[in-house]
């Protein structure tokens, strides 16, 4: 009796293939930026150039995550501006804690 | 959802305080997911950052990858160390095993977004379809995690030589099997600190992630959404799901990667 009263009263609408597409398109590339790190991983030379392609990449991916995944490219710009514009502190803090670390480098070694 | 004859659109059951409005066009609980996710970038943005400021204050591993031994003295290079894939005991295989975890990761961040785009369209169940196979991924992460903790807690079979101050404040020189919070066979011991603390947090959110998946699906099961009038909930419990996502990806590459 509860199983009968269950079917849904909202209208479902079809499924829009462009859109199922443009999703399994994202998912392509984040497979691929990550086998690319994979490669670069095991025939490049370790390095500051390695590690800089290395967050480039990771970033890139970052970036469809949110955008794509999460719609955040789709909410209205104040809203976007207020989750992007307060992640400059994290520049601040990684410039501070790259300092720190490596004079605690100099100081040890 | 708003009412169209107020001008700021506010619902006549919640009232421009209790969330009835939608400020930025977005409804109070997505809002709110935003703000709680940033909040959270920022705490493992703070873990993160930390790690690569302890990593650069000690050397890194510099002689040839083959001859590798795991030391106090020095950060280890992570495809010498996580290099271990269940059922294939002794076998050399960098990276694979983690390749397979961040693999199926994502394939779960793109069921669920396949959940969200059907919860637009109201169609209960494609909503359940995906929700499960999101689950299923999420739990399968889990397994893959708790096996590779095992692994890095028991180590190889040959270990490696140190000389550490150990529990009760002695010099020690001796052989060094896996790893807790005092030693470790592959690295300084914030190496495994740092491990523990980052990849268990990135866990214990998962683990809260694939609940909210349960009552979520659970709740699409059973018409809850559909009496309610939206499946706006799978997409807030999605935003959560891809930012475990978005972090593993960082954890990736500073982990395994770096």
């Known amino acids: 009796m509860e199983i009968q009263q269950n079917k849904s009263t909202l209208e479902v609408t079809p499924r829009n293939d ?5 999703i399994w398109k994202t998912a392509g590339i984040l497979l691929a930026l990550t ?57 601040w803090l990684l410039i501070a804690l790259a300092k720190e670390g490596t004079d605690i480098f100099n100081m040890r070694w | 959802m708003s009412a169209q004859s107020t001008a700021i659109g506010v619902s006549s059951k919640r009232g421009v305080w209790g969330g009835g409005n939608e400020p930025l066009k977005a409804s109070y609980g997505k809002l709110m997911m935003w703000f709680f996710l940033l909040s959270d970038i920022f705490t493992f943005a703070a873990f993160l950052i930390t790690y690569l400021a302890t990593r650069v204050t000690y050397p890194a591993y510099a002689g040839p990858a083959d001859s590798f031994v795991g030391s106090n003295q020095y950060w280890p290079i992570p495809e010498l160390v996580f290099e271990a894939v269940p059922f294939l005991h002794g076998v050399h295989a960098p990276l694979v095993f983690v390749g397979i975890m961040t693999f199926i990761l994502i394939s779960s961040s793109v069921t669920m977004v396949l959940a969200v785009e059907a919860g637009h369209r109201n169609d209960r169940n494609d909503v359940v379809k995906w929700m499960l196979w ?28 140190l ?32 491990f523990f603390f980052i990849t268990g947090f990135h866990g214990f959110h998962v683990t809260i992630g694939v609940v909210l998946l349960f009552l979520c699906f659970y709740q699409a099961a059973v018409g809850v959404y559909d009496r309610r009038g939206h499946y706006e909930m799978v997409e807030k419990i999605g935003l959560y799901w891809h930012f475990v996502d978005l972090v593993w990806v960082f954890v990736f590459t500073l982990f395994y990667l770096i």
């Open chain 1, 35 to 91: 086998i690319a790190e994979f490669i670069m991983a095991f025939t490049m030379d370790r390095g500051i150039l390695l590690y800089a392609l290395f967050i480039a990449l990771t970033i890139w991916k970052a970036k469809y995550i949110m955008m794509e995944f999460m719609h955040l490219g789709d909410e209205v710009k104040p809203l976007f501006y207020s989750i992007i514009v307060p992640l400059i502190f994290l520049i």
């Open chain 2, 134 to 161: 999101t689950i299923v991924g999420g739990a399968t992460f889990l397994g893959c995690q708790a096996w590779e903790w095992n692994h890095f807690i028991h180590g190889t079979d040959a270990g490696s030589v």
């Open chain 2, 163 to 194: 000389t550490y101050i150990n529990g009760l404040n002695q010099e020690v020189t001796e052989t060094v099997f896996g790893a807790n919070l005092v030693v470790n066979e592959y690295g300084p011991a914030t190496f495994a600190q740092l």
């Open chain 1, 18 to 22: 462009e859109k199922i597409k443009k």
